[in-house]
Nanobody, 117 residues
Framework: QVQLVESGGGWVQPGGSLRLSCATS????????MSWYRQAPGKERELVAH????????KYAESVEGRFTISRDNDKSTADLQMESLKPEDTAVYYC??????????WGQGTQVTVSA
């Protein structure tokens, strides 16, 4: 069964940190580029960070550049998003996304991140 399962979301005060993790199964992880998206209430889903299948290509949304770090472990078939210096505007549901060579797009169910005092 093809599956992406996010974990690590929760509530944090402004300036705090969280680490999101995406556990994958059912497909060859090394054949998938991985991304994190987020969707805030009343807004469209937006790309936060992307990492290529080899890990050699990484890009970030301008709003998180320098604060978030995406990584992947091809042995464990996981993709993480380390989030530092969190701001209230980072509050959203965060989704793990895989773009697989043969299976196409795969989405996780999302995990809520809330940044507030």
């Amino acid at each position: 069964q093809v599956q992406l399962v996010e974990s690590g979301g929760g509530w944090v005060q402004p300036g705090g940190s969280l680490r999101l993790s995406c556990a994958t199964s059912g497909f060859v992880f090394n054949f998938a580029a991985m991304s994190w998206y987020r969707q805030a209430p009343g807004k469209e889903r937006e790309l936060v960070a992307h990492i290529s299948s080899t890990g050699g290509g990484i890009k970030y949304a301008e709003s998180v550049e320098g604060r978030f770090t995406i990584s992947r472990d091809n042995d464990k078939s996981t993709a993480d998003l380390q989030m530092e210096s969190l701001k209230p505007e980072d509050t959203a549901v965060y989704y793990c996304h895989a773009l697989h060579l043969t299976r196409g797009e795969i989405w996780g169910q999302g995990t809520q991140v809330t940044v507030s005092a």
